[in-house]
C-alpha cells in the first residue's frame, strides 16, 4: 500500500540555497539544472565532458540570465559548497560518486535519482527488499537520502502539466527538514511534491516507475507521460 | 576539514579519537564564498557555524536601512543567531562570509542529539556560551563605562587579528559609531603615540 501524506510547503526562503547537481548534462540532469535555476537557488554544475556544461549553461543563461549557476571541476568541491546535492545518474554510477562526495557530503541532503533498470528495461537489478536510494544511504551513512524525480521521465521538465494535469512527483525519505527542501525543488522544478513515506517507500517509487517507462514503450507515450493520483 | 573545531573543543573539553569520530558524524562540512550568506533575516538559524577559515560577520539592517554590524567570527570562533537558533523563530539578523571560508556547521537537530547523548559536548556548549555572554558583557560594560577613545583601543587590544582583517568602516559599525568618527580617533592615538 502506498502512503500518501500532504504537507505545506513554503517556498519563501531568503537565504540562496546552493545545489550541487552532478552529472548535470544527462538528459534528467539537464531537465532538473534548467527548471531549478528559475529558484532562489545557486546550482553548482559537474559532469564529465566540459563542453556538454559549456552549452548546457548557455541555454539556462539565454532562458534565465539572471540565473545563478557556476560549473564546477570537481564533483567533491561542488558537494563541499553545497547544501543539497543532486546525484542526477544512471544507477551504476552511483558507488563511485558516492566515494568522492562521502565526507563532503556528512549531514547534507542527497537527492537520489536513479532507477536501478536492467539492459532490457523489463525490471530491477536491486533486489526486491532494497532499492538504489537505500543503497546509496548505506554507502552515505551520515547523510539524509531522499528520493525525489525518479518518477518524472526527463521531458516532463519541458513540459510538467500534460493532458491539463500537473504531474506528481513522488518523494522519499526518512529526515523532515530534507523531505521539506527536497519538495521545495520539487514545486520549483514545475511538480507537484507527494511525500510518499520513510525512504524504504522508494522501492516502490523506482518500481512506478519501472512500470511508467513499460508502458511508455507499449502505448507509445513518447515520454511525454507520468503519475497523478487522483483523490477528493 | 575539522581541524580547528576539534582543536577549540579540546582546549574546552579534551577528546578521545573515538570521541572525535562520533562528533564528526553529526557535522557538516560547508564552504561559503565571499558575500555569500550562511543566514538572510526573515529565516530560522538552522545552525550555528565554527570558522575553520575565512571571516564571517553577523549584522541587522535598522528600520532606515542602515546596517549594524554586531559579531565577526575568524577562524576558531562561532557565528550564529543564538536566539533564533534556540527559539526556531525567524532570525532578525544577516550573517555572511567577508571572506571564502571554510566552515563546520552544527544543525539544530544534531546539537540537539548531541546535547542529549554527549555530556562532553553539553559541557563544551556550556564553556562556549559562557565565554560568549562574558564577551557580550565586556563589550557592553565598556559601551557604558570607556571613552571612544578607550573603546576603540579596549577592542584593538582584545581582537588584533580583526583589525587587521577587516575594513575601519565595518568596525566603526560594530562599534556603533560613523566611520569619520572611528577615523578621527585612529588620528588622535597615532598622533598621542
Known amino acids: ?232 | 576539514m575539522y581541524n580547528v573545531f576539534f582543536q577549540k573543543f579540546n582546549q574546552k573539553v579534551s577528546l578521545t579519537e573515538q570521541e572525535e569520530n562520533v562528533i564528526k558524524q553529526y557535522l557538516t562540512p560547508k564552504k561559503l564564498r565571499k558575500r555569500q550568506y550562511l543566514l538572510q533575516e526573515g529565516d530560522i538559524c538552522k545552525s550555528i557555524a565554527l570558522v575553520e577559515k575565512g571571516v564571517m560577520r553577523s549584522y541587522l539592517v535598522d528600520p532606515d536601512g542602515q546596517e549594524h554590524i554586531t559579531a565577526f567570527a575568524l577562524e576558531g570562533w562561532t557565528i550564529g543567531d543564538l536566539s533564533s537558533f534556540h527559539s526556531q523563530l525567524p532570525s532578525t539578523q544577516n550573517i555572511d562570509a567577508l571572506e571564502d571560508c571554510e566552515l563546520v556547521l552544527v544543525s539544530k537537530s544534531a546539537h540537539d542529539e548531541l546535547l542529549k547523548t554527549m555530556p562532553k559536548y553539553e559541557t563544551y556548549i556550556r564553556l562556549l556560551i559562557t565565554d560568549a555572554y562574558m564577551a557580550l558583557q565586556r563589550r557592553i560594560l565598556n559601551m557604558i563605562s570607556l571613552s571612544l577613545d578607550d573603546r576603540y583601543k579596549a577592542f584593538i587590544d582584545t581582537y588584533p587579528n580583526i583589525a587587521q582583517r577587516v575594513p575601519q568602516h565595518m568596525i566603526a559599525s560594530y562599534m556603533g559609531l560613523s566611520p569619520e568618527t572611528l577615523s578621527r580617533i585612529r588620528t588622535r592615538m597615532n598622533t598621542s603615540k
Open chain 1, 1 to 232: 500500500m502506498l502512503v500518501v501524506l500532504c504537507i505545506k510547503i513554503d517556498t519563501k526562503m531568503n537565504t540562496k540555497q546552493t545545489i550541487a547537481i552532478i552529472g548535470a548534462t544527462g538528459n534528467m540532469g539537464s531537465g532538473i539544472s534548467k527548471n531549478l535555476s528559475a529558484g532562489n537557488y545557486r546550482l553548482l554544475l559537474f559532469a564529465n565532458e566540459l563542453s556538454k556544461l559549456q552549452t548546457l549553461e548557455t541555454e539556462i543563461l539565454a532562458k534565465n540570465p539572471t540565473a545563478d549557476i557556476e560549473l564546477s571541476e570537481c564533483p567533491t568541491e561542488a558537494s563541499w559548497e553545497a547544501d543539497v546535492i543532486i546525484l542526477a545518474l544512471p544507477y551504476p554510477a552511483q558507488q563511485q560518486i558516492a566515494e568522492k562526495i562521502r565526507e563532503v557530503a556528512n549531514q547534507k541532503i542527497v537527492i537520489s535519482i536513479a532507477n536501478p533498470l536492467n539492459e532490457t528495461y523489463d525490471g530491477l537489478v536491486t533486489a526486491p527488499d532494497t532499492s538504489a536510494a537505500e543503497e546509496l544511504q548505506k554507502l552515505l551513512p551520515n547523510s539524509k537520502v531522499v528520493k525525489a524525480f525518479n518518477t518524472v521521465f526527463a521531458a516532463d521538465f519541458v513540459q510538467p502539466v500534460i493532458a491539463e494535469k500537473q504531474a506528481d512527483a513522488f518523494i522519499a525519505g526518512d529526515d523532515q527538514d530534507a523531505l521539506q527542501t527536497a519538495s521545495e525543488l520539487v514545486v520549483t522544478a514545475g511538480f507537484n511534491p507527494i511525500i510518499a513515506g520513510g525512504l524504504h517507500v522508494s522501492r516502490t517509487l523506482e518500481n512506478m516507475s519501472l512500470l511508467l517507462i513499460q508502458l511508455n514503450m507499449k502505448n507509445g507515450y513518447k515520454w511525454l507521460a507520468g503519475w497523478k493520483i487522483l483523490h477528493q
